[in-house]
């Protein structure tokens, strides 16, 4: 009994040096009147930015144009290569939310920031810079590949670009990314964190409980959201009470915004506001609202969903918006156009051709780029 009451006393002090370390007296008092809430929410909608407002040049829109159109490209000779069994395993394809990818790429310090994904992850990777050659490769499972033919489709890696996967499991990763933004400050290098995940994650415990760290310990993070609509075969809707992602930003005081991801300029708008904001400690949530133009993986027919649906969407086509938007303000014309296209085909078709060339990894590497513990013989 003495020693609960002593517990109790304990536990009432820490409660207190914590309160009083914040600056705060314990308030512990039900208020007589009702409590009114109120939060605001940026929101980036599409059409609203133009090129200049982004201290973009018409080189740098060609640039943007190209790393989109590549991802689109690279992904359905993928696809195709599934088809033919070049590729084993999974294959989640990003095509259609190549803005969020790009525009994220084009507001960070790539080399600098750090980015970590799930595992629809072939677009950040080519956004950053990875090559197709060294992306194809690891699709099909060869040493030539970005993570040595071992990760496969889901975990592209790549040090150089502080690109840190590629994770499978819903949510699994978030907690790294917290992890690394916390690393960022520690060591007191100013980079901060991109931690993207789809709205499917937004049901697992363990991004709540990073998005409450990130802000408790002011890190230099950005949470994206990409709300694609559906996590497997199921919509947002029939899985969350609240399909309002970007309010969960309120629950763990930071900013939350809405953002467009159909267009590269509201995506880039958003982003370099938020990232400056990491800099300074200041973690924040996006919800990004995209959409997937393929099912979840190449053996879902996508059933859950109208055609019509996918054909409107296909309207807001983040690619075609970039070159309707350089063609009507003469930035560009269709022949420029067409052989940026023409450059990409080849491109893809050459890394397809190097993946071919490029040998499997020895089965003696197995066990290399494993991580080994002395403690943990069975590894070793
Ligand atoms: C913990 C866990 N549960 C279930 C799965 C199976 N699974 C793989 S992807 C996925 C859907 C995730 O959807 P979302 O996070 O919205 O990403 P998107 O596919 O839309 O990019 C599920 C349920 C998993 N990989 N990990």
Same mark, same amino acid.
């Given at each position: 009994m003495a020693s609960k009451t002593r517990k109790k006393q304990q536990a009432t002090q820490v409660d207190q040096a914590a309160s009083q370390a914040n600056g705060q007296a314990v308030q512990l008092q039900v208020p007589s009147k009702p409590i009114h809430f109120e939060q605001t929410f940026e929101t980036y909608p599409?059409?609203?930015?133009t090129h200049e407002e982004l201290g973009l040049s018409r080189e740098d829109l060609l640039a943007i144009y190209r790393n989109m159109l590549l991802q689109r490209r690279f992904e359905e000779r993928a696809a195709q290569m599934y088809g033919k069994q070049k590729i084993a395993g999974f294959l989640h394809l990003y095509i259609g939310e190549e803005a969020v990818s790009t525009g994220a790429a084009w507001s960070i310090k790539i080399g600098h920031d750090s980015v970590i994904t799930a595992y629809r992850d072939h677009g950040i990777a080519l956004a950053l810079g990875m090559t197709a050659n060294e992306c194809m490769a690891e699709l099909f499972g060869k040493?030539?590949?970005?993570?040595r033919g071992k990760g496969g489709s889901m975990h592209f890696f790549k040090a150089e670009k502080k690109f840190f996967g590629g994770h #499978?499991?819903?949510?699994?990763h978030v907690p790294l990314g917290v992890g690394i933004a916390f690393a960022h400050k520690y060591k007191e290098d100013g980079g901060v964190c991109l931690t993207f995940f789809g709205d499917?994650?937004?049901?697992?415990?363990t991004v709540h409980e990073s998005m409450n760290l990130a802000a408790l310990y002011k890190l230099p993070i950005v949470f994206i959201i990409e709300n694609n609509q559906y996590a497997m075969g199921t919509a947002v809707w029939r899985a969350?009470?609240?399909?309002?992602?970007?309010?969960?930003?309120a629950n763990y005081n930071m900013p939350g915004a809405l953002v467009d991801g159909m267009d590269v300029f509201s995506v880039m708008k958003a982003l370099r506001k938020y990232v400056a904001l990491a800099r300074e400690y200041q973690p924040s949530v996006l919800e990004v609202r995209t959409y997937r133009y393929? #099912?979840?993986?190449?053996?879902?027919?996508?059933?859950?969903?109208t055609k019509e649906e996918l054909e409107a969407k296909k309207k807001e086509d983040p690619i075609i918006r970039l070159k309707s938007y350089m063609l009507q303000h003469g930035l560009s014309t269709n022949e420029e156009l067409d052989a940026i296209d023409d450059d990409v085909k080849k491109e893809v078709q050459a890394s397809v051709e190097f993946a071919e060339k490029s040998p499997y990894p020895p089965l003696e590497s197995i066990y290399e780029d494993v991580y080994a513990q002395p403690d943990y013989p069975f590894l070793a």
């Open positions: 599409a059409g609203a930015y040493i030539d590949g970005c993570s #499978g499991i819903v949510g699994g499917g994650a937004m049901g697992q415990g969350f009470a609240n399909t309002e992602f970007y309010r969960y930003a393929r #099912g979840h993986s190449m053996s879902d027919p996508a059933k859950y969903r």
